[in-house]
Structures are given as structure tokens and as C-alpha cells.
Nanobody, 122 residues
Framework: QVQLVESGGGSVQAGGSLRLSCTASGLPFSKYTYVWFRRTPGKERDFVAGMSWSGNTFYGDFLTNRFTISRDDAKNTLYLQMNSLKPEDTAVYYC????????????????WGQGIQVTVSS
């Protein structure tokens, strides 16, 4: 059974940093493509960052180099380092995984974490 478990969320003031983790089990971690999405109330999930199985990285246009996606294959864990956080970054963040190439289409991801809240106060 595949599981993705996010951790590291919480509350922070604007300008601060958080690092989200997504630990995977039940799948060959290094062979999957991973992404982070986020969702605010009343909106669809927005693409934040992705990393292909080969290690290529992709970011949402709004980020302006504030976030960094990485992974540790030895720990079966995906990370999202978030710096210079803004109130508009407040959302529930989800990690997701799929076999195959990177895509921003939510429906293409077979496996999802439960989501974790990030709140940025001004």
C-alpha cells in the first residue's frame, strides 16, 4: 500500500521559512515523479514545484525562486524548502506522486498525501 505523509507545516510570520517533508512508503521511491500542490479555500489545487524521477525540477511561475524542491532517496523523502514566505502562501500543501513524466495536471497523479496546513501571518 502506497502512502505519502507530509510533515513540517505550521504557522510562521511573513518573511520566515518552513521546510515541508513528504515521506513515501510502498513504492520504489527513486522511480517516481513527485510534485507539491497547494490549495486555498474555494480554489483548485495550484502547482507549486515538481521533481521528475531523473532529478529535473520545475516550479510554479509565482514563486520567484523562493521555494526549492529536493529529495533524499535514502530516506524516501521529498522536501519543499520555503523561504521569504508571504501571507498569500497560506494554503494546504499536498505532495503527490506518479510514474512517468512531470505534469501539472492534478488528475495525472495517482498517489496523494493527506495535506498539511501552512499559515503565514503578516
Amino acid at each position: 500500500q502506497v502512502q505519502l505523509v507530509e510533515s513540517g507545516g505550521g504557522s510562521v510570520q511573513a518573511g520566515g521559512s518552513l521546510r515541508l517533508s513528504c515521506t513515501a512508503s510502498g513504492l520504489p521511491f527513486s522511480k517516481y515523479t513527485y510534485v507539491w500542490f497547494r490549495r486555498t479555500p474555494g480554489k483548485e489545487r495550484d502547482f507549486v514545484a515538481g521533481m521528475s524521477w531523473s532529478g529535473n525540477t520545475f516550479y510554479g511561475d509565482f514563486l520567484t525562486n523562493r521555494f526549492t524542491i529536493s529529495r533524499d532517496d535514502a530516506k524516501n523523502t521529498l522536501y519543499l524548502q520555503m523561504n521569504s514566505l508571504k501571507p498569500e502562501d497560506t494554503a494546504v500543501y499536498y505532495c503527490a506522486a506518479r510514474i512517468g513524466v512531470w505534469t501539472t495536471h492534478v488528475a495525472q497523479y495517482a498517489y496523494w498525501g493527506q495535506g498539511i496546513q501552512v499559515t503565514v501571518s503578516s
